[in-house]
């Protein structure tokens, strides 16, 4: 087992932070039941998602892979909290982890299952996933849980699932987590290849029904590039779409899979739920470890704001060093070189609570893509601006990665004038520089252009609701 050393001055803070949150941080302590949160839900229209409560709800996403398998519960703090104070909303995480999650224990010395056996969950494994569960859930963030990784259900050697165990292995966790503040995600980077593999798939989803009573919504990871629509589209168990469209290149348009799902029936909201990771090679590879060919924050944000625009309704952010949750003394998947508790600080986790923020305050869940509007400007590559108007044209919001012109139609624009604003993705200040009347055609030139100098543009009609 491998252990990672803080700083003394940390581990006391994480203590006292334990203690006044009423959690026991001692090994072995008491499992903390979940902290009940409101359900989260599909929104009218398909195109959203919101609390029980009708509060758009803005899916902000960050793989957290091995959270439950590989760190202790003060590390598990250090991270949960530093996500909530960056501003996201959902972590994702897999209960049958991905890198030796059968036969390696975790911080506790505890393996998932006995035998090996999905019919047969190990309590004490389960306790610890309970434990941060809660702690996630009181910090005001969704568990994305998933089941398993795609190897244990998929069709080959490491295969452990029959329908029969799947079903019993989804009641288990649907009953268990019932009141907890989670969403099912089945798949973990797999693709559903045979009818073997779709039958283990349902039965794992109507027995998380069964064991939640509804409660929870659920969708499929595939493996990357990819679209859980190709895999299971068909399934009534589906809630809502999830694609990968993975690490493969720069300035892949991330878009492209948002409009695909966009343009489905039935309806459903779409999010990419595994982009281009902050330091993860260009299409994994590496040779020479030359840190330009690892994706940086300005890739990320690229592939969040153009998925947002395109009309996802929300993100997931990823690190390769955070995901595996890596540290000296591990074996590095992918080329991890920074420990998670350093690249948790990277610059591209706190520009999507940047995203986050800005869609919130200016009503996210209003916003349609309205790539007609764009009348002159890149249209393709690594410049393409895309642009999304509020339904009742009330606000405009044009995304230039690269700084470059463009022109619009202001005809859509409901109102007299309107104000206008360039937004800064990278640091989050706003500059507003003109009112206008709201017609004709405009250009609009970025305060700065190049290579990672990407701006938002804001237009607002005067009196529009913040």
């Known amino acids: 087992m491998t252990t990672f050393a803080y700083p003394k ?27 009940a949160r409101p359900t989260l839900e599909i929104a009218p229209g398909g195109r959203h998602m919101q609390t029980s409560e009708g ?15 590989r760190l202790t519960r003060e590390e598990a703090e250090i991270y949960l909290r530093d996500r909530a104070d960056k501003g996201f909303t959902v972590i994702q995480a897999v209960a049958l982890a991905e890198l030796r999650g059968l036969d390696e224990p975790n911080a506790y010395g505890d393996l998932p299952l006995i035998g090996r056996d999905p019919a047969q969950p190990n309590e004490a494994y389960f306790a610890h996933i309970d434990h941060v569960v809660a702690r996630a859930n009181a910090l005001g963030l969704t568990v994305g849980l998933l089941p398993s990784w795609g190897r244990y259900w998929r069709d080959g050697d490491s295969q452990i699932f029959t329908p029969a165990s799947a079903h019993a292995y989804g009641r288990f966790l649907g009953q268990r987590y019932r009141d907890a503040g989670v969403i099912w995600i089945l798949g973990g980077d797999s693709n559903v290849r045979t009818a073997d593999e779709r039958a283990i798939i ?76 902050e330091g993860i090679p260009v299409g994994f590879y590496n040779h020479g470890h030359d840190p330009r060919l690892r994706f940086d924050d300005d890739d990320a944000r690229q592939a969040a704001w153009w998925a947002v625009l395109a009309g996802a ?17 591990r074996d590095p998947a992918i080329g991890a070189n ?24 200016h009503d996210f869940a209003t916003l349609e893509p309205r790539q007609d509007l764009i009348l002159d400007g890149p ?24 700084g470059a012109p463009f022109t619009i139609d202001l005809g859509a624009l409901d109102g007299g004038m309107h104000t206008q604003s360039w937004f800064n993705p990278r640091y989050g200040a706003t500059y507003r520089f003109r009112s206008e009347q709201s017609q004709g055609i405009q250009s609009f030139v970025p305060p700065s252009s190049g290579e990672g100098e990407d701006w938002v543009l804001l237009i607002e009609a005067e009196g529009a609701a913040p």
């Open 55 to 69: 509060e758009p709800f803005f899916y902000l996403g960050d793989t957290a892979w091995a959270l439950f398998h």
């Open 338 to 361: 920074r420990p998670w508790s350093d690249a948790i600080d990277d610059p591209g986790a706190r520009q999507m609570g940047l995203l986050r923020r800005f869609m919130e305050a």
């Open 202 to 277: 349902d039965a794992m989803a109507r027995g998380l029904r069964e064991g939640d009573g509804g409660q929870h919504l659920i969708t499929f990871h595939p493996r990357g590039p990819g679209l859980s629509s190709a895999q299971v589209r068909d399934a009534d168990w589906l809630d809502f779409y999830m694609n990968q469209s993975s690490h493969a290149a720069r300035d892949l348009d991330t878009g492209l899979y948002v409009e695909h799902d966009r343009a489905l029936t039935p309806r459903r909201p779409v999010i990419d739920g595994e982009p281009r990771y």
């Open 9 to 35: 001055s940390i581990r006391r803070a994480v203590a006292a932070a334990l203690v006044l949150a009423g959690v026991a941080a001692a090994v072995g302590g008491p499992a903390t039941a979940a902290h």
């Open 313 to 329: 309704a929300g993100h997931t952010y990823g690190n390769n060093n955070v995901w595996q949750m890596w540290a000296p003394g």
């Open 379 to 402: 249209r393709h590559g690594a410049a393409k601006v895309r642009l999304a108007r509020a339904a009742d044209g009330q606000r405009i919001i044009a995304y230039s990665p690269r």
